[in-house]
T-cell receptor, first 113, second 116 residues
Framework: GNSVTQMEGPVTLSEEAFLTINCTYT??????LFWYVQYPGEGLQLLLK?????DKGSNKGFEATYRKETTSFHLEKGSVQVSDSAVYFC????????????FGGGTRVLVKP | DAGVIQSPRHEVTEMGQEVTLRCKPI?????LFWYRQTMMRGLELLIY????????DSGMPEDRFSAKMPNASFSTLKIQPSEPRDSAVYFC??????????????FGPGTRLTVT
């Protein structure tokens, strides 16, 4: 079946530090890949996406590149802010019909001033 | 747009009581999802509907849980009887259930359920 594995948190950083959250997946074919973010007390919201191999998704200074050869979709941001403190979820949407997102376990990020 | 609306935001009930969670999806969206989030198990998909029809309920934990979608603008998730292990945050999400927009799910703020 489909699965998503992401690094366990929490990840604690200082403001302006570089952030990387690793994500790898298992799926047949060419799934679409996503990062969702959950700010404290809120529901998840889509942060960025990539729908085919070598695509780079980007939004709000975050980037992730769809690497088919390593089945990875690592999230990066060059200079984090306190407001980036949240839980980040990697997810995949299968190529085959199914209409279900498979989420990773989430990584909590805490940015300190 | 008001986004996905869930009610109540918080619910505290005693074991054995019936609990009903409500969701209003974004107008025009035709897929609706119920998720449960706990520290131990993370984010779990319980059930999803497409055009008001339940498509996959394999995530519903047991017969105590039931979900309905009587029309395109309303869904309920019911737990009867409730147990302490049902304590969690329950999210409703909706999406345009066709084509490449189907994966962009819009989540509500969640209902925090505590069963004592």
């Amino acid at each position: 079946g489909n699965s998503v594995t992401q690094m366990e948190g929490p990840v604690t950083l200082s403001e302006e530090a570089f952030l990387t959250i690793n994500c790898t997946y298992t799926a047949t074919g060419y799934p679409s890949l996503f990062w969702y973010v959950q700010y404290p007390g809120e529901g998840l919201q889509l942060l960025l996406k990539a729908t085919k191999a070598d695509d780079k998704g980007s939004n709000k200074g975050f980037e992730a590149t769809y690497r088919k050869e390593t089945t990875s979709f690592h999230l990066e941001k060059g200079s984090v802010q306190v407001s980036d403190s949240a839980v980040y979820f990697c997810a995949l949407w299968p190529q085959a019909a199914g209409n279900k997102l498979t989420f990773g376990g989430g990584t909590r990020v805490l940015v300190k001033p | 747009d008001a986004g996905v609306i869930q009610s109540p935001r918080h619910e505290v009930t005693e074991m054995g009581q019936e609990v009903t969670l409500r969701c209003k999806p974004i107008s025009g969206h035709n897929s609706l999802f119920w998720y449960r989030q706990t520290m131990m198990r993370g984010l779990e998909l319980l059930i999803y509907f497409n055009n008001n029809v339940p498509i996959d309920d394999s995530g519903m934990p047991e017969d105590r849980f039931s979900a309905k979608m009587p029309n395109a603008s309303f869904s309920t998730l019911k737990i009867q009887p409730s147990e302490p292990r049902d304590s969690a945050v329950y999210f409703c999400a909706s999406s345009l259930g066709t084509g490449t927009s189907a994966y962009e799910q819009y989540f509500g703020p969640g209902t925090r359920l505590t069963v004592t």
